[in-house]
T-cell receptor, first 110, second 116 residues
Framework: TQLLEQSPQFLSIQEGENLTVYCNSS?????LQWYRQEPGEGPVLLVT?????EVKKLKRLTFQFGDARKDSSLHITAAQPGDTGLYLC??????????FGAGTQVVVTP | KAGVTQTPRYLIKTRGQQVTLSCSPI?????VSWYQQTPGQGLQFLFE???????NKGNFPGRFSGRQFSNSRSEMNVSTLELGDSALYLC???????????????FGPGTRLTVL
């Protein structure tokens, strides 16, 4: 049973389109992290959000942490083929232990 | 600085056998965590080691065990392998220097274990 539910499970879009991935939980987390994993590699940390309502922008990626610190979203503007990968969210409890969602597979075609 | 390395990268075993996976953390990192990744369950936390002691443990049976050496390198052992143990096993290291805020984990490329 996943404590963190990610949606959608799979997303296929054309280059230049926008996309949003969601991460929801009934639990409160002290922080939430987003990772991207490419085939044959381990996950790579994209961002950590700590404060409820926090919004962080990294170039074309926008991350938002819900006010209640139970949910988060990742929005990609003008997606590029290089954005293809498995996007994982992970919530940290007060001891720093991470709980991962099952991931959203994003495919961006030229 | 070299990243997290895991050996071997691929492994094929049969049911009932045992297996040992190895992880070398980033130099200076004291914490090593292990995860199991499967298509259906995603990443599941196995355990974390810090200064040669198990600091956190996930909900896996006792067949899964690990240890950490004085140089922070870690090994994970799975005994009496089952078909369902087929997965990508990921190791992550972190500085774990203490203080406020989450610790950044750096993942290795993983070991792909197939149990036949």
């Amino acid at each position: 049973t996943q404590l963190l539910e990610q949606s959608p499970q799979f997303l296929s879009i054309q280059e230049g389109e926008n996309l949003t991935v969601y991460c929801n939980s009934s639990s409160v987390f002290s922080s939430l992290q987003w990772y991207r994993q490419e085939p044959g590699e381990g996950p790579v940390l994209l961002v950590t959000v700590v404060t409820g309502g926090e919004v962080k922008k990294l170039k074309r990626l926008t991350f938002q942490f819900g006010d209640a610190r139970k949910d988060s979203s990742l929005h990609i503007t003008a997606a590029q083929p290089g954005d293809t990968g498995l996007y994982l969210c992970a919530g940290a409890d007060s001891w720093g232990k991470l709980q991962f969602g099952a991931g959203t597979q994003v495919v961006v075609t030229p | 600085k070299a990243g997290v390395t895991q050996t071997p990268r691929y492994l094929i075993k049969t049911r009932g056998q045992q297996v040992t996976l190895s992880c070398s953390p980033i130099s200076g990192h004291r914490s090593v965590s292990w995860y199991q990744q499967t298509p259906g369950q995603g990443l599941q936390f196995l355990f974390e080691y810090f200064s040669e002691t198990q600091r956190n443990k996930g909900n896996f049976p006792g067949r899964f065990s690990g240890r950490q050496f004085s140089n922070s390198r870690s090994e994970m052992n799975v005994s009496t392998l089952e078909l369902g143990d087929s997965a990508l096993y990921l190791c992550a290291s972190s500085l774990s220097a203490g203080g406020a805020g989450p610790d950044t984990q750096y993942f290795g490329p993983g070991t792909r274990l197939t149990v036949l």
